[in-house]
């Protein structure tokens, strides 16, 4: 007679060897399952698209895509969409053979090397946590017209504070907590975007749609050329967010098949939710010659009193204040998760409080401390200083970008072959260099043309410069402390259970120190 237990109840959801599946994988990979495994397709694509979120983008920066280059700036969204899709397959095509937490300086790290991850990871590290500040930042002024406070500096200040540290609260909940605020998220952005676009293409059109062929004037004596390449900003800052979805790997279940959807579905579905709510805003607009001139510095504001009066326009910055909450909440979890793999090889000062995991909520405190006070400090810095600080964000984000998509180029130089679920195939080299093309392009395009605080030579060349401090720092703490992979034994695979991962390049064993990164 058999002695084995009955079967228990397990979610219908997915096969009952899923988890083991998933574990078994990221113990081949070098990694013990400490995170919790509980996403699906839907709850990772929640993650990536209030990431992406195209109501905090189009909403923080409308008027100045306008004002700078157009109405012609729409045209923006589909070319950085098509390059950011060049990246997204790139991304995909990693993360599936990857599955890491820490996405970035994971993939990196195996496609290239230690060293050049680690200096991939500190880039984009820190571009995240001042892309939080970036988020929050803005936030005071769709809340206090909503909740009837005043707009100030103290006020700007303290919202962002208390939003950031409130996410922070719901990060170190547990990933159960993220996926449903995240679902809600969506929820507002599907609202505030989709349906608040139709609305106003249907209903509250005071433009032609040839608008958005002209410029009508915009850029003046720096051409139209110069004009449009800086109103690229607003497309640039809205299509990432997308790799949050293999930030997040190791609580995803079936990773390797569900990442790179999920992936798609946040570009694709943002760049349709984009469209529609810039080209309803476009034709909105019920005084161009007032955005262009200056006149009107609140296109957003003047659209919504004009086509939802008092009561809808109040539902709607309910919509946008939700929305930008939404987006520190996804960001900062990626953050946190950078922070954490970064901290479990061992490579960071303070790796053994930043890795540490809670037993209760399966989150690591100490990094979900680094992504929420990090950011909070950045907002308590005088109003010129937080404005140049943001700007690294976006180029920041971008180099880190570019990392992995030349990383892959060098792994298949060297003889990579991809053996995740998602495989590019033939069409590897042209996506890879068609990607750097268009990333190396967009770098050089927000270093000589994102908008600066003033006229001085600091101000003028603030993003190379911001980018060179944070790439110097990185480089002094590589030579200086000279970090080295040490998994720490309660988060790495006993040796019999791991076998070495190939690269193409080289095996690495994941139980054992690598070389010095």
């Not at 500040?133 to 006020?155: C, D, E």
């Not at 790439?471 to 590589?478: E, H, K, Q, R, S």
């Amino acid at each position: 007679m058999s002695t084995s237990p009955p079967p228990t109840a397990v979610e219908p959801v997915e096969p009952v060897g899923q988890d083991a599946a998933d574990a078994a994988q990221l113990a081949a990979l070098g990694y013990r399952q400490q995170l919790t495994r509980a996403l699906g397709l839907w709850q990772n694509f929640s993650v990536g698209f209030t990431y992406l979120s195209p109501l905090v983008g189009v909403y923080s920066l409308f008027g100045y895509g306008l004002a700078t280059g157009g109405p012609v700036f729409f045209w923006s969204i589909p070319i950085v969409l098509i390059g950011q899709g060049l990246v997204m397959l790139t991304f995909a095509e990693a993360s599936s053979q990857y599955p890491i937490a820490g996405g970035i300086y994971q993939w990196t790290k195996r496609l290239v090397g230690p060293r050049y991850a680690w200096l991939s990871g500190w880039m984009y590290t820190w571009a995240l946590l001042i892309t939080i500040t970036s988020v929050a930042f803005p936030i005071a002024g769709y809340a206090g017209p909503l909740l009837g406070y005043p707009v100030n500096h103290a006020t700007t200040v303290l919202t962002a504070v208390v939003v950031i540290v409130l996410c922070g609260a719901v990060n170190l909940a547990g990933v159960r907590r993220l996926a449903f605020a995240a679902t809600a998220g969506v929820v507002a952005e599907v609202v505030g975007t989709v349906v608040l676009g139709l609305y106003l293409l249907f209903f509250h059109r005071h433009q032609g749609i040839s608008v958005i062929g002209h410029n009508l004037g915009a850029g003046g004596s720096g051409g139209q050329v110069g004009a449009f390449l800086a109103a690229t900003l607003f497309s640039v800052w809205i299509f990432f967010g997308f790799e949050a979805c293999g930030d997040i790997a190791e609580e995803v279940k079936d990773p390797s098949r569900k990442i790179p959807r999920a992936m798609s579905m946040t570009l694709a579905v943002g760049g349709l939710a984009t469209v529609i709510l810039t080209l309803g805003l476009l034709l909105a607009v019920p005084d161009m010659g007032a955005v262009l001139s200056g006149k009107d510095t609140n296109p957003i504001g003047t659209i919504l009193d004009a086509s939802l009066g008092t009561v809808g326009a109040k539902f709607a910055l309910a919509l946008i204040v939700l929305g930008f909450i939404s987006c520190v909440l996804a960001i900062q979890a990626a953050a946190t998760r950078l922070v954490y793999s970064f901290a479990r090889d061992g490579v960071i000062a303070g790796s053994r409080v930043f890795s540490t995991i809670h037993p209760k909520f399966h989150m690591p405190p100490g990094a979900i401390a680094v992504a929420t006070v990090v950011p909070a400090g950045i907002t308590l810095l005088p109003s010129a200083s937080v404005a140049r600080i943001i700007t690294f964000a976006v180029v920041g984000i971008y180099l880190g970008f570019q990392s992995v998509v030349l990383a892959s180029a060098i792994a298949r130089a060297r003889g990579w072959q991809p053996s995740g679920a998602f495989r590019l195939g033939r069409w590897g080299w042209a996506v890879n260099l068609l990607g750097l093309v268009y990333g190396v392009t967009a770098i050089i395009v927000l270093s000589i043309k994102t908008p600066a605080s003033g006229t001085g030579f600091f101000d003028r060349w603030l993003v190379p410069i911001s980018v060179g401090i944070v790439l110097g720092a990185g480089i002094l703490y590589l030579l200086i402390a000279r970090p080295r992979e040490h998994i720490r034994d309660d988060a790495r695979v006993p040796a019999q259970a791991a076998e070495p991962v190939a690269t193409g390049t080289e095996s690495i064993e994941p139980t054992e120190s690598t070389e010095s990164a």
